[in-house]
């Protein structure tokens, strides 16, 4: 079995317990529609990164929007996803919200219990990756997935590398067709 | 066993190293404590502040046993968890910075004893008279001379093999008990911070008893290369105070540039105005590779590993002076000068010189005959895409940059005679040159840089040294009621996230709002380097006071001290709380009490994980850079889950506050907005004022406005009555409280975490 190495070297696994890559946004849809509470955890290179026209926090907004996720709004994108008319259901910063759903009986953003999908979108790779560590090793109740276009090992579930932001921008296109379709 | 003879006790020892008999204090409960003696301090302070790990990696390989797997609930086969295993490595991390910083303090002794004498007197002039406040709060000693700094250096050296000690296998086997003992050590790194820099001081006659210290040449640009240049790289004064005197007695100051990187930049420019400093840690390899420096005398700590390498390179003479950097090199202590000169400049030999004179000789010679036949032409603009002309997107580069900057991009552009986005990517640059180790197609990406790199001048006051008690006199009432709304520490390396102005932007903000603003080390250089419409730097536009609005440069890292002292000063003097092994009390009043928050926003050393968990230990709040997650640790509470009870100490009674203040001891935050927003919160103490507490969440408020686009979520936890409500923001804050439910919560005469845990020190030692 050959290793999956992530885009930015610093994060490379050392480790045996690394994350499953899916190729298929029909599968992210699956997973994140079979969630009981999902999360979508936003950092600031939202602010910054561009797919096409768009602006990353726009496709986030539709990412929650398609599939109703509460967000938290960490750094400093509060203001943006307020501009963009969301009121985002927590503001705890990076680490933060990571220290709470570390705890199986945190109520959750919304007061209805901790959440069992935690979905990362903007956070920089190195301080993601660290944060996802903590949650493989301390919170074996919930399962996490990454949005962004690399390979994070230690996620549960993980895009892998895309070579090109229209591989990403097609993804994110499909996993939002597939999270506004009904499933049987 | 027969017990013989009942030996002196430990308790015999201690009083006679710290002279008992001199009454100018009571002594506390905890004279030159041991690793057990503040443990349940620790204990208290991580059953607020949990510690919260990140496995920076899941495997232990430190023994044969392994490696072993500690992923989730798996333990290694010597028993060992992975929550313990990051403790463990945070430990080994803070007694290697406390190590590095006692190692620098104790070749200053030596060097200084071996000058003046132990009996030589500390004196940090007339505004200076509690001149070791951590020695004085830890020991219970006041030194007196050089020699007695040297008994603090064997008492702290006797604690450090203890903590190295239980790194080993098979020893402790708790996460919290690991933190005690590295809170245990990283306190003492103050101590010997705090050795190291009053012995600098007295011994080389540094700045003392003033604020306006110079104001000096700061950045690349500043360094006058037609003239023959040595570089100083490092932390200790050691060598560079000699050259400069060399220098000068040989009349060759304004002939010979001095200039330095990292700290001793700093310590050569508190004994030199004419020195120079070139700038951070960042800018080490880049300057090296400039090939500007005709002579590089390097002596410890944040250095490049590879310089022989980089200083051949370029043709530069390369002089190691300390031993624990020796890079291999052949020893020449005990040759003589004109036989180490000649054999520098006619065959290019690199020299270990453990005698500080003679390296000085040694430099200043080899640069005066080396200088005149090297060439310091830099690539200019006009040259770069010929530089990168055989760059191919491969993009190895990026993917290497511990920054995640997009290298290849910006060198594709420089290719196509863009140069903005190199631009872009130097002033983010941590500068270890791993992208151009791995280009496959060798693009001189460094050399590039020299087009794309400002050769702007800016200036820097040099450090000054310990704040005075003068002006703890001024301020201690301000910052303990909260009219001054807090003193804001930027500290540590320059491993920083984004543009290295976010330091000096954030320091700006602070001032203007009438903070106190202090910095030390590389975070000090880089807030010097951004002026204003009108050319004038922060530190021109700024008083160099450490009053309400000043920005204060104190000086290297093991000025560091200094800052921290200021906090123990604030309990002396202002409050008068004795200070003499009295560490449970005055620490508690710091953290209660005075409004203090420490920013490393680019730390990277394990001297800066000594140096944030030190002031941890002393109630000192700490905000990181989001690289700081792989220190693995960090010290949070949960503020509406957490209890925050604490005792008012003049009612004896346990009172639940509800108040999450100060709401971590360390914490990582992802950007500078955000880290603006939560030092301003880190601020808050259970003891402001009404009017104090208004003037912190007017801050709070303005800044979360501002960057976060709203009121914070968490205001009604710090609003104790309505008296507490800003002003300006009184009719929102108002009706949010009435849409949350806000009730009034009590408000204590004076809080204290002493009684709501097993300690000897009795409440009313806290009460003055």
Known sequence: M????????????????????????????????????????????????????????????????????????????????????????????LIEIINHLKDPEWRGV??????????????????????????????????????????????????????????WKEFLDKLIENLKTKEA | ??????????????????????????????????????????????????????????????????????????????????????????????????SAHGGHARHVLHYLIERLGPDYKINLGDQILVEAPHIRTVLG???????????????????LIQCVSSLHTGQEGSALDYESKALHISMLDHVVM???????????????????????GLGWGAVDRTKPVILLVGHNPVTAVPIVDYLNEHGLADKVEVAGICCTALEVTRYSERAKVVGPLSRQLFFVRCGIADVIVTDEQCIRTDMPIEAAKVGSALIATSEKVCYGLEDASKKAVDEIVSDMLNHSKQVLILDPEKAAEVAVRVALGLAPKRNKVLVKPEEVPELAKGHRLCNMCSQVCPNLLPVGDAIEAAKNGNIQPLVEVFEKCIGCGKCEQECPRHVPIFKMMQAAASWEEWKIRAGRGPIMDTEIRKVGAPIVLGTIPGVIAIVGCSNFPEEIEEIAEIAEEFAKRKYIVVLSGCSAMVAGMKKDKE?????????????????????????????????????????TLPLRGNYEVIADYILNRVGACGLAWGAYSQKAASIATGCNRLGIPVVVGPHSSKYRRLYLSRKEEDDWTVMDGREKKLVDT???????????????????????????????TPQGRQIKLTHYIGLHKQYLGTLPDDLHLYIRRASDIPIFFKKEVTAYLEKVGWKEKPVLSLPTLIGTYPSEVPIDAVVH
């Open chain 2, 1 to 98: 066993m027969k017990v013989v003879e009942k030996k002196r006790t430990r308790k015999d020892e201690v009083y006679k190293v710290i002279k008992a008999d001199d009454k100018w204090e009571p002594i506390g409960h905890t004279p030159m404590p041991e690793i057990p003696d503040l443990r349940n301090w620790d204990l208290r302070l991580l059953k607020t502040y949990k510690p919260f790990y990140a496995p920076f990696c899941d495997l232990c390989c430190f023994c044969t046993y392994g490696k072993c797997d500690l992923t989730g609930d798996k333990r290694g086969a010597c028993g060992i968890d992975i929550s313990a295993q990051q403790a463990r490595i945070v430990l080994l991390a803070c007694c290697m910075g406390m």
């Open chain 2, 658 to 688: 509800q108040e999450p203040s100060p709401e971590h001891l360390i914490t990582v935050v992802e950007s500078k907005e955000r880290a603006m927003v939560t030092l301003a919160k880190l601020c808050i103490r259970k003891n402001d």
């Open chain 1, 2 to 93: 050959t290793m999956t190495l992530p885009y930015h070297r610093v994060n490379v696994l050392t480790g045996t317990k690394a994350a499953r890559i899916i190729e298929d946004p029909s599968e992210y849809a699956h997973l994140i529609k079979r969630a009981s509470r999902p999360l979508l955890v936003l950092g600031p290179r939202i602010l910054t990164m561009s797919l096409g026209e768009r602006l990353l926090a726009e496709y986030a907004v539709e990412i929650a929007k398609a599939a109703d996720i509460p967000i938290c709004a960490t750094a400093h994108t509060q203001k943006k996803l307020l501009e963009l008319g969301v009121q985002p259901a927590s503001n705890y910063d």
């Open chain 2, 194 to 216: 705090e050795v190291a820099d009053i012995a600098q001081i007295v011994g080389f006659g540094y700045p003392t008893s003033k604020a306006d210290t110079p104001l000096v």
């Open chain 1, 110 to 167: 919304k007061k209805e219990g901790n959440h069992d999908l935690v979905i990362f979108l903007g956070v920089r790779t190195d301080l993601g990756e660290q944060g996802l560590s903590t949650l493989k090793h301390f919170a074996p109740h919930l399962k996490t997935m990454t949005l962004c276009k690399y390979y994070y090992p230690n996620a549960s579930y993980s895009l892998p590398n895309f070579r090109k932001d229209e591989q």
């Open chain 2, 535 to 575: 050319g004038k730097t922060l530190y021109e536009k700024y008083p160099p006071d450490f009053d309400a609005g000043g920005i204060v440069n104190v000086g290297s890292c093991v000025a560091n001290a200094h800052i921290t002292g200021a906090a123990i000063k604030i309990a002396n003097i202002f409050a």
């Open chain 2, 141 to 159: 000693m006041k030194p007196e001379t050089l020699g007695d700094l040297e008994k603090v250096m064997e008492y702290a050296e006797s604690q």
